[in-house]
């Protein structure tokens, strides 16, 4: 008589803790987490046990980190984690939201970021020779381009839509529809950047490239000034009419916008 059997079925490992955290956060992209929050989300607690409470919390701070090493994460705050959500398929510009629904502080180091605040965006852009930023704001429903608005040094700047009180120190008005009284506050420190939303309705965005974005970037803005005459180096249609060649030619995609703000910082840096 003969015996057959039934091919095995493979085993499938359980996801790891580390696995299940990162899920838990990119269930919810724009949350920042502590650890004893995901403690309760994954119902590690051990409140009979405030030792093996400590250990658990200890382990997943441990997890985090890596995740933070790995680049899936990011640490907005002391001890305050959140996923890492980018702009497009490239990667080249990662974004997140705060304010609103969301958490209300994000930490990020670059020397070129975009905030999103209502209709208006604000650019900053480092100057590596004067050690300060530069700030420029575009109002994207009509394209209008306000030009720079201010100089920035270290340290810490309230920006809202009210008029500055007299000898006010420390606060930007910028005006536009959706922009709070006192919207955000934004605090500088070399090419860390600290920004905590006011818990406003509306929330604010905020864009920047990452390290590979920004080679990326700056790449494409020296091989442009190498190329444009020197009158069309500040002509944004100039500007957009490269990065548009870019994609049709190289199947480069460059965000517009970003690709003027990146062309600015090189001639900063020249």
């Known amino acids: ?26 269930r919810e992209p724009h949350r920042a ?25 200890e382990q997943i701070k441990s997890h985090l980190h890596g995740l933070v090493e790995d680049g899936r994460i990011t640490e907005v705050a002391a001890g305050l984690f959140k996923y890492r959500l980018f702009f ?20 990020f180091h670059s020397p070129i970021f975009r905030l999103n605040i209502g209709v208006l965006s604000v650019y900053f852009i480092r100057d590596p020779k004067k050690g300060d930023w530069y700030m420029t704001v575009r109002d994207t429903t009509i394209g209008r ?8 040094r270290d340290g810490q700047y309230l920006i809202g839509n009210r008029p500055a009180a007299a000898e ?7 005006s536009g529809r959706y922009i709070e009284k006192e919207h ?3 605090a500088i420190s070399g090419d860390e950047i600290n920004i905590e939303d006011h818990n406003t309705p509306n929330g ?32 944004p249609v100039a500007r957009g009419r490269f990065a548009l060649e870019q994609l049709l030619r190289h199947h480069q995609n460059l965000e517009t916008t970003f690709f003027g703000a990146v062309v600015d910082s090189v001639l900063l840096a020249g």
């Open 1 to 26: 008589m003969e015996i057959t059997t039934n091919p095995q079925t493979p085993t499938v490992a359980p996801p790891s803790l580390k696995d299940l955290i990162l899920k838990t956060l990119e």
């Open 33 to 57: 987490f502590l650890a004893e929050d995901l403690i309760l989300l994954l119902k590690l607690q051990s409140p009979k046990d405030p030792q093996k409470q400590a250990q658990t919390v």
């Open 88 to 107: 497009e398929s490239e990667k080249s510009i990662e974004h997140a939201f705060i304010g609103g629904m969301g958490n209300n502080r994000y930490r």
């Open 145 to 152: 381009d306000y030009g720079l608005v201010r100089r920035l």
């Open 168 to 174: 006010e120190k420390g606060y930007i008005q910028i």
């Open 184 to 186: 955000l506050t934004l």
């Open 204 to 235: 604010t965005r905020i864009d920047l490239l990452t390290k590979d974005g920004l080679a990326r970037y700056q790449q494409a803005a020296q091989a442009f000034l190498k190329a444009a005459e020197p009158a069309s180096r500040q002509d």
